[in-house]
């Protein structure tokens, strides 16, 4: 005689059923019917159980459905390296079935954060290889950092370079794409493969045709899979684009199932949700594998106005947050960054003190540089030093533009840092830097008197010695670039 | 009261659909009598079985308490805990009366019960109790002993 423990459909709404029967049936365990329709058991109350569907189909009332040996859960492995999956783990990019064995471990999707006796201090610093970034809003491996901006303002151009810029340096990077359309996710898996990504990168999707269900379980899949990889000592990044739709989904899906409305209609636990989450980032102990997460959870801005819930929310759930503006990717700042209205809380600790030092100075210069240009609009003439320090803004605003798809070394991005400071530029203007950017990295990377400057550049111990250093090869800098 | 109706109706009914069936039936007969008093047109088995409920069952209700009855008759059957009885074959009224009593017997008590029609059980029949289904057909047999089918039919493979 077979036994299972079985239920019958006594409500359905859409892709929320009610069953009664499952004497034993526990949270996060997996329903299925005779049509193979697999459903999450979310709650327990009295004789009902509350399930999501996760896959589409008719559901009619009487239907019966059946336990099964499974917990919500998805497989982990090297095979993931180089797959698009759904948050089931279904491959969704056409390269056929994944290569797991049979001792290929099942991870349970619904886990608890580590806590504090795992997790150590952030020390080592999140290499971008984008100066804006690197110099002036460092983030450190197990931050987390919320990339909030306008709609067209090179979010996403900016997370594939960080992804490509990965390239060498051991991490592992997870892009988690939360109902965005079908067409979109194919865009993301074509660049990823142009770029030779996909040996150190993954990609969770679940499109906007997706039931709903399964596209709330996407940012939990690239968590745990993070985790496994994590455990093995390794770097993660985790990019979770974006937490918007994800809170939106949350919200259609606790309408329905009757849960009080908040705040824009949102559930109560929205905040729980996403806190849950994120809090499962972070820098761990020997004791837990010793690897990190770095987390990226992005939220696109309806209308320029990050004072709605969710961005309030994720803002202070995270340890800073990059703000992004169309109108600076209209200008042609790449990224499109808004420096002052950023803020990285734990970045700044894994900077060595010259990087800490020369950018503390150049944001100084830059805000003193804003401030001057709000006077200046008021007067014709302008003494000669302020017309300095606007000219030195422009300059290093070239520098800080980055080009698509490169990595600038992090030597490098203090030399053109410090070069901003340095008399050098005193008669140079914008045009300048914009013509011979390449010219001054190439020269520092390759003429045998800039290299040794190059080499010199982690021992020193200040700013003002970089800049007295560059000083010194001035007539070599103007040689090159004429 | 509701309750003695109930266990009066429930003598000889041993599905849910047809206890639904003639909870329907007899309460169109009792609002016509008790408000229009005119012709009802039944079918010979509801009449039957209206029949033979006796003059003493239809005193119990009057024009003020026939709804009232009825809706607690319909919450009380909502309450009931129902057997489902999966065959590979449909069951006429005469075998639906025998697995009836049967049922009464073991269980020494009033169990209602569903049929479900499952051609894939081959022979024998499931049963679903309490959310715990139990399947005792031939289907569970062969998946049971599957190797065993296998191996014997390997002998005939040239």
Redesign the interface.
């Known amino acids: 005689?077979?036994?299972?423990?079985?239920?019958?459909v006594v409500e359905n709404h859409e892709f929320l059923i009610y069953l009664?029967?499952?004497?034993s049936i526990r949270i996060n365990d997996i329903v299925e019917n005779e049509n193979g329709q697999r459903g999450w058991v979310t709650s327990l109350s009295g004789d009902k159980v509350e399930v999501l569907m996760l896959d589409e189909g008719k559901i009619a009332p009487g239907q019966?459905f059946?336990k099964t040996p499974h917990r919500l859960g998805v497989p982990a492995g090297e095979f993931l390296l180089g797959r698009a999956i759904n948050p089931l783990g279904v491959p969704i990019d056409g390269k056929g079935l994944l290569s797991k064995t049979k001792t290929t471990k099942v991870l349970e999707l619904e886990q608890n954060a580590a806590g504090i006796m795992y997790r150590k201090f952030i020390t080592d610093q999140f290499l971008t290889g984008i100066t804006l970034i690197d110099s002036l809003l460092p983030l450190g491996r197990g931050q987390r950092e919320l990339v909030i901006g306008d709609a067209h303002s090179g979010k996403t151009m900016f997370l594939i370079d960080l992804i490509v810029n990965q390239k060498d340096q051991g991490v592992i990077c997870i892009y988690a794409s939360i109902g965005k359309s079908v067409v979109s996710v194919r865009d993301l898996l074509d660049i990823l493969r142009a770029n030779k990504t996909l040996s150190y990168t993954m990609v969770i999707a679940a499109s906007s045709t997706d039931p709903a269900p399964l596209i709330f379980l996407t940012p939990k899949t690239a968590f745990t899979l993070a985790e496994y990889f994590q455990r093995q000592g390794k770097h993660v990044l985790v990019i979770l684009d974006d937490l918007g739709t994800h809170a939106k989904i949350y919200r259609e899906m606790s309408l329905l199932s009757n849960k009080s409305p908040g705040r824009e209609s949102y559930p109560g636990d929205i905040f729980y949700q996403h806190a849950h989450l994120l809090e499962r980032a972070g820098n761990f102990r020997e004791n837990l594998g010793g690897g990190s997460i770095t987390a990226l959870p992005v939220i696109e801005l309806t209308l320029t106005d990050f004072t709605t819930f969710i961005p309030t929310n994720l803002m202070s759930m995270t340890d800073g947050h990059l703000l992004f503006k169309s109108s600076l990717h209209n200008l042609g700042m790449r990224p499109a960054i808004d420096i002052s209205l950023s803020v990285t809380r734990v970045g700044r600790q894994t900077q060595d003190r010259l990087t800490n030092m020369l950018s503390t100075r150049i944001r100084q210069l830059l805000s003193h540089a804003d401030e001057l240009e709000t006077i200046s609009r008021f007067s014709a003439e302008l003494p000669p030093q302020t017309q300095m320090v606007l000219r030195q803004k422009q300059i290093l605003e070239e520098v800080l533009k980055h080009e698509p798809l490169t990595s600038v070394p992090p030597q490098i991005q203090l030399i053109l840092l410090a070069l901003c400071l340095s008399s050098f530029i005193s008669d140079k203007d914008k045009k300048f830097m914009e013509k011979n950017k390449k010219v001054l990295w190439q020269g520092f990377l390759q003429h045998p008197q800039l290299v040794k400057i190059t080499q010199s550049v982690p021992s020193l111990k200040s700013d003002d010695e970089l800049i007295k250093l560059l000083e010194g090869v001035s007539p070599i800098l103007n040689k090159i670039c004429s | 009261m509701s309750e003695t109706i109930l266990n009066t109706i429930l003598k000889d009914t041993y599905t849910l659909t047809l206890l639904k069936h003639r909870l329907r039936v007899l309460k169109n007969y009792l609002l016509n009598q008790l408000f229009t008093a005119s012709k009802v047109s039944l079918n010979p088995e509801d009449l039957t079985w209206l029949n033979s409920l006796g003059p003493a069952f239809y005193q119990q209700f009057n024009k003020d308490n026939v709804e009232e009855i009825f809706s607690r008759l319909e919450a009380e059957i909502k309450k009931e805990q129902l057997l489902?009885l999966y065959l590979p074959f449909v069951a006429g009224n005469q075998v639906v009366s025998q697995i009836g009593g049967q049922i009464r017997h073991i269980f020494e008590k009033v169990v209602l019960f569903e049929i479900r029609f499952d051609p894939s059980l081959i022979a024998g029949c499931a049963i679903?109790w309490?959310?715990?289904?139990?399947?005792?057909s031939l289907r569970?047999k062969i998946?049971?002993r599957k190797g065993e089918i296998l191996q014997s039919f390997k002998k005939f493979l040239r």
């Not at chain 1, 005689?1 to 019958?8: H, L």
């Not at chain 2, 309490?130 to 005792?136: E, P």
């Open positions: 005689m077979n036994q299972t423990e079985v239920g019958y009664d029967g499952f004497p019966l059946k | 489902y679903s309490k959310g715990v289904y139990r399947d005792y569970a998946d049971q």
